[in-house]
Each structure stands twice: as C-alpha cells, then as structure tokens.
C-alpha cells in the first residue's frame, strides 16, 4: 500500500444517489466526514466537506479521489435520467438473423441503443480477416447515421482485440459525416466475448456526456478550495486515474465501490495481503487483497445484468452464518472481517488507491523467446497506460500478469493479462 505520511491528508469520497460518503486518511488516522445529502444535487457540497475536514487535520492535502459508480449505475437505470441514445456498429461477417443474437441479454444495455447497423468485415481471434471490410456497406450506414442525428456510436468488430484495423477505419468513416460524434471502439478495451465487448462499449458511449458534467462538477469545486487539489476518480480495478482519462473512457469506473472496500478494509487491518469479508446487506461477500490491491477479474458488475471487459472485484458469496468459524482461517494469508461501515471502507480505500491499468489480450506464440516478447510488448504498453493514469516516474510495477493457453483454438494462442500499478505523481 502507498506511504501514509502524518502531514499529508488523503481524501476518498463516495458519491450514491441518495447521499455523499467521505472520509480523510492521514498517516493512520482515518476520520470520516459527516455525510451530505442527496448527493446528486449537492455534490460540491459533498467534497467541499471532505476537503475542509482534511485540512483541518493535517498541513497539506494533495488530492481528493471520487468514486462515482453508483451514480453511473443510477444513471442508467433510472429510465428519466438524460442518457443520450447509442447506436451499434457491428462489424461482423454476416448480420445476425436471429433476433435474440441480435439483442444484448442485458436490459440495461438494451434500453439505451437506438438503433443497430451490421458491417461486413471482422478478423479471428489470431488477426486474420474474416471478411474484407464492405466499404460500400459503411458508406451506407454512416448516410443513415447521418439522417438520424445519432452522435453517440458504440463500435465493435469480431477480433478487433488482436486487429482493430475494420473498427478503426469504421469510426474514422462515422466521424467524417458525423463530425463531433462520441465514438467509442471495442478495441480499447480488450477482452473477450463478443456480447461483453458490445455492453462495454454501449455503457461507456452512453456515460460520456454524464461523466464530462459530473467530471466539470467536481473539478470546480476543487478549484475554488483553497490549496492545489488534485482530482482522481476511481476504476473498477480499485485504483484511480485522471479525470481526462476517465472522461474518454468512463465505463473503467465501473465497480469501483467493491474494490474500494476491499482495499479499505485491508487498510484498516494493516494487512496488504489477506481475505476480507464484507457485509452487504444482511448476506456476507468475501475477497481477497494482494500486495494492496484487491483482486480483480473482468465479470458483470453489481445491478448491469451481463458481463463487462473492464475488470471489477472477485466478490463470492459466503454462506456461513458466522464468519468467525470459517474454515479458510488457516490459509495462506489472514482473514479479515470488516467492522466497519461498507461506505466508510469505499471511502478509505478510495483515499488510499494508486493510479493502476490493464491489459486483456490475445497473442499467438510459436517459441518460447516470442511469448517473451509478447509478454514484454504487453507490460510496456501497460506501464505507458499507468504513467497516463498518474503515476510517479520510476514507481510503477507489475502487479500481475498470467499467460494461459486459449482453449478451443490452434496451439499456440495465448490469453496475457497485465495489470499494473504504481505510487502517485504528487510533483505537481
């Protein structure tokens, strides 16, 4: 975990629909800060708070970190909420004919596309062309796009993650009729599946516009508070980046409240690794914190319905009445129980979070020195993404990284997940 120092104060705040948690971290001191409420309405309110305990309890504060899942999730379902429509661009080598395939299971995701247009084109998982890209066929759905005054278009091509050449020339041809559209592309993100990468991209071209506000919201606040605080808005790997990243991209902060508290809880504990459990409601969830970091997975994030590429705690349910008699007390690390309040623990852990990245990719090898070069390729890139995030020169580290075989394809394709992380930038 980042260095506490008994001068510096570091402020987490949670905002939830309903009300705004926050709470300020200096050294080993951990305050939190009354709640505001409704926190949609008075979030300058919220920060404000935060902000001025924290200076109240220490001689400088470098940055105030947000966490703004709940709002996101809230936004989209509320059906009143002014989320602009999307429309799908599947690049693909034939349309879907039946109309279940063509439809997301998830209803979330369903209710804010506007319309779905297929292009021919798209590549293996290996990077091969599956069908040459049917330019004929693009200029046909950007004209529609065009008439029908779409400017948020959610772009995903059947292998883009190995070879995003089709979603790239897509997006390109889309922005030439569309000038100014919010385009968001499948390749960005990774991952595999086609019906997760397809919900990723929906999500995150429907949020831009809510998260610029939200983002502008946040950013004024700080910049009328005395002192130079730094905003960072957390991701759902339970580390942060910059607002300018997370403006581009903001499904990554998806999930980000579970990941929180793991890391606050671990926090609290003084336990860089160990398992938590945590109580949601009146059930227990359990996860797991390594070298500071809660473990994370690309799953489908609490209330969205379907699968998401961008990675969120590994939280499982645990059945035992009595968490105290668990038999998993004499595992490789400890066990701890989190006392205190869910939104206190998102808050501490939101405080103390590292600027963080990953990479979800497919590769394939022939040789032992390509998997390294592979391996090697991936881990700079994501440092490079880590550094964009906030992290300090010479800080960052791999914080896991896993090369497995990709079942059902030709020997030698690889799935190579990087994760990395680092201390933050606080020169500025």
């Known amino acids: 975990m980042p260095a506490q120092t008994e001068d510096v104060a570091h402020v987490g705040v949670s905002l939830h629909p309903s009300r705004a948690y926050s709470a300020v971290v200096c050294g080993t001191t951990v305050t939190p800060v009354e709640p505001v409420a409704p926190a949609r309405a008075d979030l300058e309110g919220a920060i404000a708070a935060a902000a001025s305990a924290a200076t109240r309890l220490a001689a400088r504060v470098d940055a105030v970190t947000v966490d703004i899942a709940p709002l996101l999730l809230d936004t989209l379902l509320r059906p009143e909420s002014d989320v602009p429509p999307v429309a799908v661009v599947r690049i693909v080598p034939r349309a879907a004919t039946d109309p279940v395939l063509a439809r997301s299971p998830a209803e979330i995701v369903e209710r804010r596309i506007a319309g779905r247009w ?3 084109g798209g590549h293996d998982l290996l990077g091969n062309e599956l069908h040459p890209l049917d330019r004929a066929g693009l200029a046909a759905v950007c004209a529609e796009l065009a008439a029908a005054g779409i400017r948020h278009v959610a772009v995903v091509a059947a292998g883009s993650q190995a070879r995003p050449a089709h979603e790239r020339e897509v ?13 968001s592309i499948a390749s960005d993100y990774g991952g595999q599946g086609l019906v997760a990468r ?3 991209v929906v999500l995150d071209s429907a949020l831009t516009s809510f998260t610029d506000r939200l983002l502008d919201r946040c950013e004024r606040t700080l910049a009328r508070l005395p002192g130079d605080l730094q905003l960072r808005v957390a991701r759902g790997d339970g580390g942060y980046g910059t607002p300018s990243r997370i403006r ?40 797991e914190v390594r070298h500071g970091l809660a473990v994370v997975r690309p799953a489908e994030p609490a209330g969205v319905g379907t699968e998401l590429v961008v990675p969120t705690a590994v939280l499982a349910p645990e059945p035992v009445a009595h968490p105290e008699g668990l038999s998993y007390r004499k595992a490789d690390v400890p066990v701890v129980r989190a006392a205190a309040d869910r939104y206190v623990l998102a808050c501490v ?10 990479l979800d990719e497919v590769a394939f090898i022939e040789s032992a020195a390509q998997l390294e ?7 700079e890139r994501a440092t490079a993404m880590v550094m964009a995030n906030g992290a300090a020169p010479g800080t960052t580290h791999i914080a896991e990284i896993s090369t497995v075989a990709v079942p059902y394809s ?3 394709t690889v799935r190579v997940r990087v994760r990395v992380a680092g201390l933050p930038d606080v020169t500025g």
């Open 171 to 183: 997006a390109d041809a889309i922005l030439a009729v569309v000038p100014g559209a919010r385009i």
């Open 349 to 358: 852990g939101a405080a103390v979070s590292r600027p963080a990245s990953w």
């Open 118 to 120: 297929t292009v021919a």
């Open 198 to 200: 397809e919900a990723t």
């Open 410 to 412: 030709p020997s030698g």
């Open 248 to 287: 581009v991209t903001p499904v990554v902060a998806f999930g980000a409240t579970e990941a929180l508290e793991l890391c606050g809880a671990a926090h609290l504990a003084g336990r860089p690794d160990c398992r938590v459990l945590l109580r949601h409601g009146d059930h227990w969830v359990a996860g």
């Open 373 to 379: 070069r592979v391996r090697r390729d991936a881990e």
